[in-house]
């Protein structure tokens, strides 16, 4: 079945200590969003990929970053994990054109620092 | 990105009433999703409506979006308790980006 993978699904890192949360789809999907969600928060767009270009929201910190090398994976890198960054990251994806088109959500990665 | 309000934040159902949940916005919306997250799970698509008064059913859930395209609904009837979790409203634009609602949490009473 197509479908959206993320790996790890739980992932414990330091505080301060780089990190790289992985992304993968089977659908064939010009678009690759990273969400950040909080305990009883809606998801929070980070950025997402339009085909090869990044498209960073306004209040993403400068600690997130994102690689999309091909159309299908995205990861999401977190330079220097504050305790703060603790949380669920889920990525998606949707089609475009003669839109708008649902999302597809990953399973989502948990992230601990510690 | 437009934004929108979403009342209740939690909805504490007994188990076989209805209720629902309310999706506002200031400004004229193109068209509105709403999805479903269960307790440890991801958001997982429902429906979208685009036109001007259109409803919308899926068994026991009913979407509305309003006359103006300000605001939209969800009902559900007769609830059950795999209805448990969290139902978010989100709107469209750029043609494809979501600005999701805060979500109403939903729990069931047996």
């Known amino acids: 079945d197509a479908m959206v993978i993320q790996n790890p699904r739980y992932q414990v890192t330091q505080f301060g200590k780089p990190v790289t949360l992985s992304c993968s789809q089977t659908l064939n999907h010009n678009v690759m969003y990273w969400y950040q969600q909080k305990s009883s928060q809606a998801p929070k767009l980070l950025f997402h990929?339009?085909?090869?270009?990044?498209?960073n929201e306004a209040d993403t910190p400068d600690n997130f970053q994102s690689r999309r090398p091909n159309t299908s994976f995205c990861f999401l890198d977190i330079r220097s994990p504050g305790l703060g960054d603790a949380a669920m990251y889920l990525c998606a994806t949707s089609r475009v054109g003669g839109g708008p088109y649902e999302q597809y959500f990953g399973p989502g990665t948990r992230l601990t620092v510690t | 990105g437009q934004q929108v309000m979403q009342i209740p934040q939690y909805q504490h159902v007994q188990e076989g009433e209805d209720f629902t949940t309310y999706c506002n916005s200031s400004?004229?919306?193109?068209?509105i999703q709403w999805y479903k997250q269960r307790p440890g799970g991801h958001p997982v698509f429902l429906i979208q409506l685009v036109k001007s008064g259109e409803v919308k059913k899926q068994k026991r859930l009913t979407f509305q979006f309003g006359e103006a395209k300000k605001n939209s609904s969800l009902h559900i009837t007769a609830t059950q308790t795999t209805d448990v979790g969290t139902y978010f409203c989100?709107?469209?634009?750029?043609?494809?980006?979501?600005?999701f609602g805060a979500g109403t949490t939903v729990t069931v009473r047996a």
């Open positions: 990929y339009y085909d090869k270009d990044f498209n």
């Open positions: 989100a709107a469209t634009h750029n043609d494809y980006k979501l600005s």
């Open positions: 400004t004229t919306l193109s068209n």
